[in-house]
């Protein structure tokens, strides 16, 4: 090897002959190039000399709880630190993680917010809104009960997953608290129109629930490093959709026998203006729906356009495994001249 000294003698290299005695060389299936004769380095900050320490977490670590440690043992070593020297944490991967940590959790609460706001807006009752919006913080809670339970963190993932689940939760617990109005408004008693509405609208909400467990369940059984980042994303959503069904049909039904009230004949005037532009989206939708009804062809049409461009779109959109982010770091790097250490360069 002492004879090779530039890239095309060590693309001359053999690696294999083939059945006829031809040979593949190393230049046929490799990029060559010379690298540095010596990886030695160095570090200076602020025009100091330095030593530099990096810490990498193993496979199964928390980064975060790495980098708390990390910190509070070199906190708990500064004592003993000669007068002349320090330590600064110059480069933190962990900042970036815990900034979109906070930023999912204020997600989160709005998201909350605006659920609500859009429950109240629609149902029009206080005593409505309140039961519909205690079955979010009750399944939460058990979906993060059973993350614990099976060993999982609370990251991005899962709190990404728990936005998207807000407003799945209060979807049966919505169609519980409306069945029972609807059957209060026929005159029946608050426990007797909890009790036919539950005859009614308990299995549909099963088969609901099933429908959406058999959309995320096998995102959790895919193999490989697609299965291990997004299993989690879907045993959180399986987990609060499972639990909000069954809040749905125990915690709001109990709910509703003991809070809910007939609905006043007219609504209140905050409302009314809201209730005819509703009416007015509703008139002109069931004038659509009528008209696809004469005409199915329309209506086949329409889904075949739309199935077409979605295919188009995708189809036409770069393909990724995950999207790039900008995590508010860079770096430089130059070769020293001559291939010696560039801290040994002269500076300009």
Known sequence: MGRLSDAASFGQIAIRSGEQGQLVRLAEVATIELGARSYSSGAQLNGRDSAYLGVYPTPTANALQVASAVRAELTRLHARFPPDLTWEVKFDTTRFVSATIKEIGVSLVLTLLAVVAVVSLFLQSWRATLIVALAIPVSLIGTFAVLYLLGYSA??????????????????????????????????????????????????????????????????????????????????????????????????????????????????????????????????????????????????????????????????????????????????????????????????
Request: hydrophobic letters at 55%; a positive charge.
């Open 155 to 348: 990251n991005t993932l899962s709190l990404f997953a728990a936005i998207l689940a807000l407003t799945m939760v209060v979807d049966d617990a919505i169609v519980v608290v409306e069945s029972v109005e609807s059957q209060m408004a026929e005159g029946l008693s608050r426990l007797e129109a909890t009790a036919q509405a539950l005859r009614q609208i308990a299995g549909p909400v099963i088969a609901t629930t099933l429908v959406l467990l058999a959309v995320f369940v096998p995102v959790a059984l895919l193999p490989g490093i697609v299965g291990e980042l997004y299993r989690q994303f879907a045993v959180t959503l399986s987990t609060a959709v499972t639990l909000s069904s069954v809040v749905a049909l125990t915690l709001t039904p109990a709910l509703c026998a003991l809070l809910l009230r007939p609905r006043p004949a007219q609504p209140a005037a905050v409302w009314r203006l809201f209730n005819r532009g509703l009416d007015g989206l509703r008139d002109g939708y069931g004038a659509i729906v009528a008209r696809m009804n004469r005409r199915p062809w329309l209506a086949l049409a329409a889904v075949a356009l739309a199935a077409g461009a979605v295919a188009f779109s995708f189809s036409s959109m770069p393909k990724g495994f995950l999207p790039e982010e900008d995590q508010g770091y860079f770096f430089a790097q130059r070769p020293a001249a001559g291939g010696g250490f560039a801290g040994a360069q002269p500076r300009r």
